[in-house]
């Protein structure tokens, strides 16, 4: 299934470099056929009745696995402006104080 995926992905993105793609803005084609995924989804998720038992608990783990993985961004984002931000911040300030002297 996933090599269907990636199929059709590199064959509209190779599509794409050769043709015109102004109509599809225009027409909101994007965002119908997005819509429309969508509601095969959800149509595909209520109709398995195993999997709606588990709903809570996949849930749960998205839910648990989003978090994680925004406060891990978070956090490792504020490391590295810590580690590697401060520098340049001195720089760019002390390039400003300079400018400002001479002028």
Avoid: C, H, P
């Avoid at 190779?14 to 109509?23: E, L, P, Q, S, Y």
């Avoid at 994007?30 to 999997?51: A, H, K, P, R």
């Avoid at 956090?75 to 400003?96: A, C, Q, R, Y």
């Amino acid at each position: 299934m996933i090599w269907w995926v990636l199929i059709v992905f590199f064959g509209g993105f190779f599509v794409g470099k050769f043709i015109r793609t102004d109509w599809i803005g225009k027409y909101k084609l994007v965002l119908v056929l997005t819509m429309l995924l969508l509601f095969s989804l959800g149509l595909e998720i209520g109709s398995n009745d195993e999997l709606f038992r588990k709903i809570d608990t996949i849930l749960l783990y998205g839910l648990s696995i989003a978090v994680a993985g925004s406060l891990g961004s978070f956090i490792f984002g504020l490391i590295l402006e810590k580690t590697f931000g401060d520098e340049k911040s001195k720089n760019n300030s002390k390039k400003l104080l300079n400018e400002e002297g001479e002028q």
